[in-house]
């Protein structure tokens, strides 16, 4: 599986982004996927995951209620909607996906990672 972020950019404090990650492959819907963060100078950490069939999906404390994960299997896409953005969500966000029907929140599992895309909000 190959996998490509986008949808990153610049935005003031309190605006929103929608960040999607395309993925190649027919069996895209056989993988849970998640969203992975890494500021400068910190380690990456867990955003948000969502499971095969979009039945289960799980958030950071530090974005539920903001961020939405939801996917499209027929377009092979998995998208993060990020509403109420603050100065401290600035980071590259990465796209991942793993063989699993659980969501997992552990980065080391994750098998296949995007490119990542740049997110910064300023205040």
């Known amino acids: 599986v190959q996998l490509q972020a986008s949808g990153g950019g610049l935005v003031q404090a309190g605006g929103s982004l929608r960040l999607s990650c395309a993925a190649s492959?027919?069996?895209?819907?056989?993988?849970?996927m998640g969203w992975f963060r890494q500021a400068p100078g910190k380690e990456r950490e867990f955003v948000a995951a969502i499971s095969w069939s979009s039945g289960s999906t799980y958030y950071a404390d530090s974005v539920k209620g903001r961020f939405t994960i939801s996917r499209d299997n027929a377009k092979n896409t998995v998208y993060l909607q990020m509403n109420s953005l603050k100065p401290e969500d600035t980071a590259v966000y990465y796209c991942a996906a793993v063989l699993s029907i659980v969501v997992l929140t552990n980065p080391r599992v994750y098998d296949y990672w995007g490119q990542g895309t740049l997110v910064t909000v300023s205040s």
């Open positions: 492959g027919r069996t895209f819907s056989s993988y849970a």
